[in-house]
């Protein structure tokens, strides 16, 4: 389902579509050396993906115990979800060089960010947000928001969007303006 075309920009690794998840909701990273390590740790949630040189276990839902053949990168959440909502995970691929700026947009649910280099500024109405390797950001559902590749390497991660399932998972909006407050953010 890879839409990587170019080297630099956001790209679409997987999408699975969840049901109604069962709180509390955790977004769990783990890594493992093989693909089929990873499948072999596979839970009812999970999605495994090659992305930025890794094989990667991607699991929606409570947090699950390590499997003893990957590494734990982290565990993001509790992620706000809507009770009785059906939700899709929504898997990006993010490569974005210092200064590179996305278009101002909202999702129909959480989006949660996890920086493996690099350094993200994230503007809302609300402020900004900075992430660097290692560190998450979480945006909830229906706020407008602009990210910047910020500092002197690469930008580097993996993005969830869980997102309502009988919505787009991503709007452009044009009725909130960024203040450009990333442009400050060496």
Known sequence: MS????????????????????????????????KELAEQAKGAHGTVVESLGKV????????PELPPSGTRVT???????????SYTAQYMEASLQPGMVSKTHLHSGVEA??????ET?????????????????????????ELTAVGTEARRGLILILHDASKPPTTLVDTWKSKHLCESVK
């Open 56 to 63: 990667w276990l991607l699991t929606i839902g409570e947090k």
């Open 113 to 118: 960010f996890y920086t493996e280099s690099g």
């Open 3 to 34: 839409q990587k075309t170019v080297e630099n920009g956001c790209w679409i690794i997987a999408s699975q579509p969840l049901g109604v998840p069962e709180s509390p909701v955790y977004w769990t990273i783990d890594v493992f050396p093989t």
């Open 121 to 145: 500024c994230l503007e809302t109405p609300s402020g900004i947000q900075i992430g660097g390797k290692g560190s998450n950001i979480v945006v909830p559902e229906g706020v407008p928001m």
């Open 75 to 85: 565990q993001i959440g509790p992620l706000a979800v809507v009770k009785e909502r």
